[in-house]
């Protein structure tokens, strides 16, 4: 795999087979300058998405992630020597620009070099410094699609079950928010379950909840006016439903509220794009034709709750007959 520009990767240290991560809690999605940049198992957290954007060619590179409205790039602390993120609006060419040099016994491996200190991206223990350069496995990274090894594997993931590639942008939950491999739990994909977020939500914002430590919630995916957010893999189990065995067989949908009680109305948009993705997950997973409270669902045939709320109750038979027109039925 050549990596592309502004494709989002994580990168993997050989030495230690951990990962490039900020250091920290970003619960709310922001990051400040000069926070640490470490090395941490596997998260599937937004603080381990990387991309490679293009900076004059040769090989030269800013490596940056994105969270709230900033865009950081691994950046060289001049007191220490230590790796940190910095704004791009704000970061110095000389602590920012890469040269990514391959590996030559390695695929997809890098030496990742400041072109203008020529000081070596380096693993100490679980630190990350710019030190000089030495060869050793400490210094070779490994740029990996997220969520697969070095080997190219799809770790431990059900493979046979994709995701929608209407997707506007992927914020992975907090590890512990929901449970991984649908498979490995006995279920199968039967339904498709209909949420209200009981708020005017961005699909980021929705994010930042199923992201918090001990939230103990989350959905595979949300949707505010043409934005779709995944947060779980629809292998994997969101906890949506507050009824395991439904969990186990639904994809789940939270949709945002264009305004609040007591009808929690959904805008046109939205109601649209919803509509949208539901013909998309009834497709790709073989449901057939939708039918309202079979293998079309909403929170309340499974909990004590008003959701998906008075105005979206009242429209899921136009869903289902709107998403069956797209899927032919």
């Not at 990962?19 to 940049?37: I, M, Q, R, S």
């Not at 596997?42 to 998405?49: A, G, I, L, S, V």
């Not at 990514?100 to 991206?121: C, G, P």
């Amino acid at each position: 795999m050549a990596y592309e520009f502004n494709h989002y990767y994580e990168l993997q240290n050989v030495a230690t087979g951990k990962y490039v991560n900020v250091l920290g809690n970003h619960e709310d999605g922001t990051v400040k300058n000069g926070e640490t940049v470490n090395l941490f198992n596997r998260t599937n957290n937004p603080d381990q998405r990387w991309a490679l954007e293009n900076y004059g060619g040769n090989g030269n590179v800013r490596i940056v992630l994105q969270r709230g409205e900033g865009w950081y790039a691994l950046n060289y602390n001049t007191r220490n020597a230590n790796c940190i993120v910095w704004h791009l609006n704000t970061a110095d060419d000389i602590d920012t620009v890469i040269a990514a040099v391959q590996v030559e016994s390695l695929t997809d491996t890098y030496y990742l070099k400041l072109r203008d200190r020529d000081t070596y991206l380096t693993a100490d223990g679980t630190a990350l410094k710019w030190a000089a350069y030495t060869g050793e496995k400490e210094q070779m990274f490994t740029i990996l699609e997220p969520g697969t090894s070095s080997d190219g594997s799809d770790s431990g993931a059900d493979s046979d079950t994709p995701d929608s590639k209407l997707v506007t942008k992927f914020i992975p939950a907090y590890k512990d928010n929901y449970t991984k491999s649908r498979k490995a739990q006995g279920g199968t994909i039967s339904e498709i379950t209909i949420h209200h977020c009981a708020s005017i939500l961005t699909i980021e914002a929705l994010g930042a909840l199923w992201q918090r430590e001990g939230r103990k919630g989350s959905s595979h995916y949300g949707i505010s006016e043409t934005n779709i957010g995944q947060y779980v893999h629809e292998r994997d189990v969101a906890w949506t439903n507050g009824n395991w065995e439904a969990n186990c067989r639904a994809v789940t949908i939270e949709t945002s509220n264009s305004g609040g009680a007591p009808e929690w109305p959904v805008s046109d948009t939205t109601f649209q794009t919803l509509v949208t993705l539901v013909a998309d997950i009834a497709r790709r997973n073989d449901l057939g034709k939708l039918v309202k409270g079979k293998n079309l669902t909403w929170h309340s045939m499974y909990a004590t709750t008003a959701c998906p709320g008075p105005y979206l109750s009242g429209k899921l038979q136009e869903l289902v007959d709107k998403a069956n027109t797209i899927n032919g039925f």
